[in-house]
């Protein structure tokens, strides 16, 4: 598929999954049936007046893998295509794409607002890291759009929101929020990660700029870290290019191949677990060793009627919290035999985490009742295994929960 065709694709409106499979890819003189791993740092010049011209930006061609890679273009392509923006870049890890996205187009004194249910990581960043750097920081709940009103100053240039949060499954109202943000001037930059582009497509409600850990459900065989900014051109080639050109925090093109491969099969993963998801959501708000379920698409989700607007389906992750707490947490996990336990998610592999002794186990504890990061909270990954093989071990579990109280 050539460049042209590239952009035949999008006047035609492909199918998403039409995409996942063929969007990007360019083929080598070898014509290659699948996506060529170009596993090289650098590239050579016919003559040093060509090496001029492409420095010069005279003369197409790549010049050195930290500015940019074949393999590494093409998932910037196709993920770019996946949720229609106009530009994508990579970087090595989820968290570096937040990072960059956050940091780069931000100076001494501006002012970025972020909702607070926050993947560990990114409230390290927003709430320790930019501070140091002179960027005011304001957290609010991110559910209440009042307070992000509130909140915005003169000086206010971003608005940061993860929609389902991590752990406790929250939604907020990305158009909304993006309103707010552009009657002040600022962007809105939303993570994507746990409902990936199947199921939520966030520039469609307003976002500015979407990232992504493809280390979740883009990989999904649980094997490479990665990450990926998606915005307007001139937002990338002004804020985040320099950035990642001269900072260096770049994909590595054995893990752009890997998740090439991994995108092929996203929507049909990403759907098998999402069903598998909400009937063991279901299993698990029916049993007595349990408080309390999240999960989007169930009505008893306190932003249910929002959730259904927004997203295609609820998603792979299940949240609940045990009647017996911690202990009864702990009973829970070891009494698991199919699904492990790891504080990963997005892997074909169901995998289940206490969040209060891992994921957050650095938040005071005040701070993590704030975000609902209880004693007894569980989060369950859903992955592709038979259903009926989760639901029965979950419930087996389930019970083991009950035994310690
Ligand atoms: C995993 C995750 C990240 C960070 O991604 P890495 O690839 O692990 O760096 C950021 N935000 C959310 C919501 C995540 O789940």
Redesign the pocket.
Known sequence: MTDESQEDQSKHMLGLETILVRGGQTRSAHKETSEALFLTSGFVYDSAEEAEARFKGEAPGYLYGRYANPTNTMLQERLRALDGAQACRLTA??????TAALIAPLRCGDHVIAGKA??S??RWVIETFMPRYGIEVTLVDSTDLAAWKVAIQPNTKMLFL?SP??PTLEISDIEAIAAIAHSAGARLIV?N??ASPILQRPFEHGADVV?Y????HMDGAGRT???AILGLSSFIEEHIDPYLRHTGPAMSPFVAWNVLKGLETLSMRVERASDSAAKLSDLIANHKAVRAVRYPFRPDHPHYELAKRQMKSGGTLVAFELVGGKKAAFAFLDALKIVDISNN??DSKSLATHPATTTHYSFAPDVQLDLGVTPGLIRLSVGIEACDDLCRDIAVALDAALTVE
């Open positions: 890890s989820g968290m570096a794409a937040v926050l993947f990581s990114c993860e949060s991590n993570d990660i746990f990232v850990s493809t280390t979740k870290l990665g990450g998610l997005g």
